[in-house]
């Protein structure tokens, strides 16, 4: 499968990276395993009700352990989609964030939606908003 992280969420990636700097190396494991069509554990993310092509998005929310953070519960919220481009399985990461922050989860749902709205089922349009993570 091809993984291409959006060029907000890889800002996103590099400012936690910042503070945390185990996120870009935690967050790759993730992106190796997906490459590999390995199965992420990861909930399909609620109530998006988008749909595009008569489809609704295959949107999921997983939970990316962070060793500097340790703990259960705590650790990095990745939200990605699966789809095909044109025959090409692809997943595009959307938006992370650290479950530990007080993030409103209308305000995570509004940010996904426009950044699914931002690209739209081929290679080329996924080009244009995002950079493909190679191995």
Known sequence: MRVFRLYQCNREIQSLNRKYRTVDT???FVETLL???GHLPADPYSNLQYRRNGEPVRVFKARVLVRQLGGKRS????????????GVRCCVLLHTYLHAQDINENEVRKTILARVDSYDVSLESIGKVGLEVLG
């Open 26 to 28: 935690d967050i790759g």
């Open 35 to 37: 490459r590999n069509d």
């Open 75 to 86: 650790g990095l919220r990745l939200v990605y989609e699966i789809l095909d481009a044109g």
